[in-house]
């Protein structure tokens, strides 16, 4: 292989993977890829992404914030908002729901710059043609669009239906390979099973490159949909892990805290952050029938997990064969932190919920839990285990929702390998990480005939070429890196972090936390440092301006109280226009936001 030839990049995607839920990390489950990986490339204990998948995967082809590159929030809620509330998104900018087009994505880029592109798995970033992979830079793709469905391809709940499902779930329209939709129900193999799939279909595409493809550098992006709910995978590798976890989510992150703090990835004075609970009952209380069922659903999350590493493995040997590893540039994630949700009233159909498709469609039997027809998830505790130290999980702009596994292997720029850096990095990195690496440059301020925005995040260079030094940080002491989805918010500069959960995620009031000391956040600065909050909420409000985001949270509720006043029938036979009452109030309370930014909220 030519020296001069440019890097190839392979980005791995895990869908809700637990900080520490894989060998390298403290795990138990059996990932020896992904510890070989980490062996001969280096772990990064500081890495952040978003609170929930897509805006991740904005920020990751992006290299730039969510709210600017279209998924200011999830699609699915911004579908729901619209549905109730149909002036709220509309028409704002970063608020479109797919990655829009006033961001240059890497796959774009990189295909401009000679690359061969090809992605197999999730999307996420837009459900219509002109949004989807091919659209996007990928010239070679099987992609499934929204954001879950069954690892089987089982859909009865979609078979003969006529209504339209959300986008959660996958139908007809829903896959595309290549350029054009194909037909989930009978386009793709009988024997699928999600991750087998995918990597089949990416060792495909590469074993089929023609020897002009095979002299351009790829780009292969392989974001797999496990081990995100429903939690399934073939029987024999379930059995691997039978019995694993009778003891509870509590003894297993007690076992995982231990295993962190001797591979030195937390200090071991580390304070945890109480177990993620979300109103369940505690392991010792639950029936005998109830923790078999509940740590049955363990043994399959980690059976999806293994068969990532499966079939990591897999595309590692083709390299290796090939002769084209060690001029990879390869990166494993976590899209966000592990899946701590309740999901039984999640919508998924018009009048029918989650729980109202289980019971009509499959079957959760003890001896059932893993095979195609059924469909489970694992809980809040299960999640606090994987995420500990630290608090919350998935969807949480706490550390647990934010705080992810992440691996490079790149061994031309890695100066040591098997090391261990805490350096505080992001997701918005990957894109100048990679053109840096490719002696690329962004092409900000016009590309492809558009005007683009330029990256917020910084190159792995130095932490590359110094993985020994842990006083190297891409970040300085005034960079601002923030967070939020919805009014779920917060706001990080150096090691300090200022955090808003609005009820019932939490008290509805801002925090502040030093996590040089306090990985678990358990020890709130905001009232005995108001100086400091003070000072961190102006850097919010810098946020704010910058990412042009909105409070979207905020003029949600109070358009839904306004429509309910509505119905109800006010009664003063006011003759002022809905929309003028509506946006009248909401600039009070805009103008109320800001003075909460500013620190102002004794004012009244």
Request: hydrophobic content about 35%; glycine content about 8%; aromatic content about 10%.
């Amino acid at each position: 292989m030519s020296k001069e030839k440019p890097p190839n990049v392979l980005i791995i995607v895990a869908d809700d993977l637990g900080f520490s839920d894989t060998s390298p990390y403290g795990g138990e489950i059996d990932t020896p890829n992904l510890q070989k990986l980490a062996d001969e490339g280096l772990r990064m204990t500081g890495f952040h992404t978003a609170a929930s998948c897509s805006p991740t995967r904005a920020m990751l082809l992006s290299g730039t914030d969510s709210h600017i590159a279209g998924l200011g929030c999830m699609a699915e809620k911004i579908a729901s908002a619209l549905r109730k509330a149909p002036q709220i998104f509309k028409g704002k900018p970063g608020y479109e729901g797919y990655l829009n087009y006033r961001v240059a994505a890497l796959g774009e880029i990189l295909q401009d710059a000679g690359y061969f592109t090809l992605m197999s798995g999730k999307w996420h970033l837009g459900l219509e043609k002109a949004h989807g992979p091919h659209a996007r830079g990928f010239t070679k793709a099987l992609s499934f669009l929204p954001g879950g469905g069954n690892h089987f391809n089982h859909e009865p709940q979609l078979y003969g239906l006529k209504e339209k499902p959300t986008a959660i779930f996958k139908g007809d329209g829903i896959w595309m390979k290549d350029r054009d939709f194909i037909n989930g129900s009978t386009d793709l193999p009988k024997d699928f099973y999600s991750s087998n799939t995918f990597m089949d279909h990416f060792l495909d595409v590469l074993k089929e490159r023609t020897t002009d493809e095979q002299n351009q550098p790829f780009f292969g992006y392989l974001p797999f949909t496990a081990p995100h709910w429903p939690l399934q995978a073939p029987q024999e590798v379930i059995k691997k892990y039978r019995g694993k976890y009778d003891d509870g989510p509590v003894a297993l992150r007690d076992r995982r805290l231990q295993s962190l703090i001797e591979k030195g990835l937390v200090p071991p004075d580390v304070v945890p952050a109480p177990l993620h609970m979300l109103k369940t009952k505690p392991w010792e209380e639950l029936s005998k029938e109830e923790k078999r069922k509940s740590s049955r659903a363990m043994e399959v999350y980690a059976a999806m997990v293994d068969l990532i590493d499966v079939n990591i493995g897999r595309v590692r040997n083709y390299l290796e064969e090939t002769g084209e590893l060690d001029n990879t540039f390869i990166v494993f994630m976590s899209d966000n932190g592990a899946e701590g949700q309740l999901l039984e009233a999640l919508p998924v159909l018009a009048g029918y919920t989650v729980e109202d498709i289980v019971k009509k469609y499959y079957n959760n039997s003890l001896d059932n839990i893993g095979n195609y027809n059924s469909f489970v998830w694992y809980g809040p505790q299960w999640a606090g285990a994987a995420t500990a130290p630290s608090r919350g999980a998935k969807s949480h702009s706490t550390e647990g929702g934010i705080h992810c596994p992440c691996i490079v292997r790149y061994p031309p720029s890695l100066r040591q390998a098997g090391l261990i850096t805490n350096a505080f990095t992001t997701v918005m990195d990957i894109v100048p990480t990679v053109l840096d690496l490719a002696g690329l440059k962004h092409p900000s301020p016009i590309f492809r005939g558009r005007e683009v925005v330029p990256v917020r995040g910084k190159s792995w260079r130095p932490i590359l070429e110094r993985p020994d030094d842990q006083n190297v940080q891409i970040y300085k002491d005034m960079d601002i890196v923030g967070w939020e989805q919805l009014g779920i918010a917060a706001v990080r500069v150096g090691d300090w972090k200022a955090l808003f959960l609005p009820p019932p995620k939490g008290p509805g009031r801002w925090e502040l936390y030093d996590l040089s000391k306090d990985l678990g956040e358990v020890q709130d600065l905001a009232e005995s440092r108001p100086e400091k909050l003070k000072e961190m909420l102006q850097h919010y409000e810098t946020y704010f301006q910058e990412t042009g985001m909105f409070d979207s949270l905020t003029m949600y509720h109070e358009a839904l109280k306004q429509k309910r006043a509505e119905k109800r029938g006010a009664g003063d036979n006011r003759s002022v226009s809905y929309t003028f009452t509506l946006w009248q109030s909401l600039s009070f309370l805009q103008a109320r936001f800001i003075n909460l930014l500013k620190g102002n909220w004794n004012d009244e």
